[in-house]
C-alpha cells in the first residue's frame, strides 16, 4: 500500500486536500471519485512495496500490450475543427455544471461524441485525467486541437473552482473566434470568385481566340503588330508551350515565398507591409484588438494572472508585429507599470481601448470593462468587414477592366492597321 497527498475540488468548487492509501494510482482515483472530489492534483508519497519490482519489469516488457490511441505518434493523432472544440467544451461545461465531477462529466461527453476524431481526443484526455493529471495538462499531453489560450483557459477552470463559469467562457470566445472568420471568409468569397472567372476568360481569350486572329495577320507582307499584341502573343505562347516549367516555378516561388517568411525578419517586414495596406491593414487591425480585448478579458475573468494571459494572449493575434508590440508590454508590466501607459505607447492600440484599460486598472474592474469594450470592438469589426467587401469589387473591376483594356488593345490595333494598310 502507499500513501497517496492530493488537491482536489468538491461539489461546491471548494478546494480540498489530504491524503489517501491505496495500492495504485488508480484506485486512489476511484476513492476520491467516490467521496464527490474531482482531483487535480495526485502524487505518491512512498513507493508501494507490496509489489515485487519484477513485475513491474514484466508488464513494462511485454511486446503484445495494444498501445491507447493517445500514445501513438502526434502526427498520427487526430484533430478537430474550431467548431467541433467549441461545442465539446460547451458539452462538458454543461456537464459540470449540473454537478457531474470533472472525470463523470467527461466520459458522459464521451458517450454522445461523434465522428472520428472526437472519441479518440476524449479517450486520450480520460486517460490522463483518470491516471491523476489535471485537465489541462492532459490537454497539453494531446497537442493538437489544444492551442495555448484553450489550455491556459482550462487550467484557470482548475485553479479558480469556477470550472463551469470559465469553460463557458472558453466555448464563447471559441464561437466568436469562428464566426468572425467565417464572416471574413463570406465576405471574401464573392469578389474571389468574380475574379477567378475573369482571370479564366483572359486567359482563354489570350492562349485560344488571340492566336487564331492574329494568324492571317502576322502573315501579311510588312506588318508589324503593335506592342500590346506582341506582349498577349508572348504570354499565350509561354503558357501553350512552356506550361509544365511555369507550372513549376510558380510552386518554386511559393516555396521560396514560404522559406523567405519563415525568418523572423522577413516576417516582421510582411506583416508591417500588410498593416499599412488601406483597406486590408484596417481591417486586420480591427480584427486583431477585437480578439485581444475578448481574448484578455475573458483569460482576466477567469482568474489568470495579467502576465500569463498577455502571454497567451499574444499567441491568438497572427501578426509577427502585434506579437513583438505584446512581448515589449509584457516586458514593461514585469517591471511593475501599469497596462494602459506600453499599450498607448506601442501605437497599434485604439484611444478608446487604452482608455477602458486605464480605468479599469484604476478601478479595479479590467476584466468586466475589456469583455464590455470587446462587444464594442466586434461591432466596429463588422463594420470593417463591410467596408472592406463593398470596396474590394469596384477596386477588382478596375484592376480586371485595366487587363481587359490591355487585351482589347492587342486586338483591336492590329485590326485597325491592317484595315489601315488595305485603305491606303
Not at 469553460?167 to 467565417?182: C, F, I, P, T
Request: glycine share 8%.
Amino acid at each position: 500500500m502507499a500513501n497517496w497527498r492530493y488537491e482536489g475540488l468538491d461539489h461546491g468548487g471548494a478546494t480540498s486536500n489530504g491524503m489517501v492509501i491505496a495500492a495504485d494510482r488508480s484506485t486512489a482515483l476511484r476513492i476520491l471519485l467516490s467521496r464527490g472530489l474531482t482531483p487535480l492534483k495526485l502524487e505518491s508519497d512512498d513507493v508501494p512495496t507490496s509489489q515485487p519490482q519484477k513485475y513491474a519489469v514484466a508488464t513494462i516488457s511485454q511486446k503484445n500490450v495494444a498501445l491507447p490511441a493517445w500514445m501513438k505518434l502526434s502526427t498520427d493523432r487526430p484533430t478537430m475543427s474550431k467548431a467541433d472544440l467549441a461545442n465539446l467544451i460547451r458539452e462538458l461545461a454543461t456537464a459540470v455544471e449540473a454537478g457531474l465531477p470533472l472525470m463523470q462529466a467527461l466520459r458522459t461527453v464521451r458517450r454522445q461524441a461523434t465522428g472520428k476524431s472526437q472519441p479518440v481526443i476524449l479517450d486520450a484526455i480520460i486517460e490522463k485525467v483518470e491516471a491523476g493529471q489535471p485537465l489541462h495538462e492532459a490537454m497539453r499531453a494531446y497537442g493538437t486541437p489544444f492551442d495555448n489560450m484553450t489550455i491556459g483557459m482550462a487550467r484557470a477552470a482548475d485553479a479558480s473552482g469556477r470550472m463551469p463559469e470559465v469553460l463557458h467562457q472558453l466555448a464563447d470566445l471559441l464561437d466568436r473566434s469562428v464566426e468572425l472568420r467565417r464572416e471574413l471568409v463570406g465576405a471574401t468569397i464573392y469578389p474571389m470568385i468574380v475574379a477567378s472567372l475573369i482571370l479564366a476568360s483572359v486567359v482563354l481569350l489570350i492562349t485560344v481566340i488571340l492566336p487564331q486572329l492574329m494568324a492571317p495577320i502576322a502573315g501579311q507582307p510588312g506588318m508589324v503588330l503593335p506592342f500590346p499584341t506582341r506582349v498577349l502573343l508572348g504570354i499565350a505562347n509561354v503558357i501553350t508551350h512552356w506550361w509544365l516549367p511555369l507550372i513549376l516555378a510558380i510552386v518554386g516561388l511559393v516555396y521560396g515565398c514560404k522559406r523567405w517568411l519563415a525568418d523572423a525578419a522577413n516576417r516582421m517586414r510582411w506583416d508591417g507591409f500588410i498593416l499599412r495596406m488601406p483597406l486590408l491593414g484596417t481591417l486586420l487591425r480591427d480584427l486583431a484588438v477585437a480578439r485581444f480585448t475578448r481574448t484578455l478579458g475573458t483569460l482576466v475573468s477567469a482568474g489568470l494572472p495579467i502576465l500569463q494571459s498577455l502571454q497567451i494572449t499574444r499567441d491568438t493575434l497572427g501578426n509577427a508585429v502585434l506579437t513583438r508590440a505584446i512581448d515589449e508590454v509584457q516586458e514593461k508590466v514585469t517591471t511593475g507599470q501599469a497596462l494602459a501607459e506600453p499599450l498607448e505607447r506601442c501605437g497599434f492600440f485604439p484611444p478608446l481601448l487604452i482608455q477602458i484599460v486605464n480605468i479599469g486598472e484604476r478601478s479595479g474592474r479590467l476584466e468586466s470593462m475589456l469583455l464590455h469594450a470587446a462587444t464594442a470592438f466586434d461591432r466596429k469589426v463588422n463594420n470593417s468587414i463591410k467596408i472592406f467587401t463593398q470596396a474590394l469589387p469596384p477596386v477588382l473591376l478596375v484592376f480586371m477592366a485595366i487587363i481587359a483594356g490591355f487585351v482589347l488593345a492587342g486586338i483591336l490595333m492590329p485590326l485597325l492597321q491592317l484595315q489601315s494598310a488595305l485603305g491606303g
